[in-house]
């Protein structure tokens, strides 16, 4: 969400590049999504808990990509609203902004409706019941 919006203020393929290269270096969400299913299923259904996660991927993937061809250039396709605006130097801002914006309501949704896995939930319980802190649990864990 933090870089997506340099990627479309770039100037030269050198800068496109380069930002790209960080933003998938620094993406990890198909990582985080797949822990989660695995938490959060059963063994029964965990075959279509991750074949959900492929599938909305892939819907994503083209959704995203359709979004994103409408809304580059919009001085051009649209020159009465962002004729002489920033979008006119940098015809394809305004999508990355709308992916900025979007991630950034994805994670605000996230924290506000997704439920803690259960693993995850019992995990934490078993070890705030044993160490009252994180630093008490690293510190018993510590071999020397």
Request: proline share 6%; glycine share 10%.
């Amino acid at each position: 969400a933090v870089l997506a919006p340099l990627f479309g203020l770039s100037r030269s393929l050198e800068q496109a590049m380069c930002v790209r290269f960080l933003m998938g270096l620094l993406n990890g969400n198909q990582g985080v999504a797949k822990a989660y299913i695995g938490d959060a299923v059963t063994p029964k259904t965990e075959a279509a808990g991750f074949g959900m996660v492929a599938v909305c991927w892939g819907i994503g993937s083209v959704i995203g990509a359709s979004a994103g061809g409408f809304l580059a250039r919009p001085a051009v396709n649209m020159p009465r609203l962002f004729e002489g605006t920033i979008f006119h130097r940098h015809p394809y801002l305004l999508p990355c902004l709308t992916s900025s914006f979007l991630a950034i309501l994805g994670l605000m949704l996230t924290q506000l409706f997704l439920p803690e896995s259960g693993r995850a939930k019992k995990l934490r319980r078993s070890c705030d019941a044993v160490h009252p802190s994180p630093l008490a649990y690293v510190a018993s864990a510590r071999r020397c």
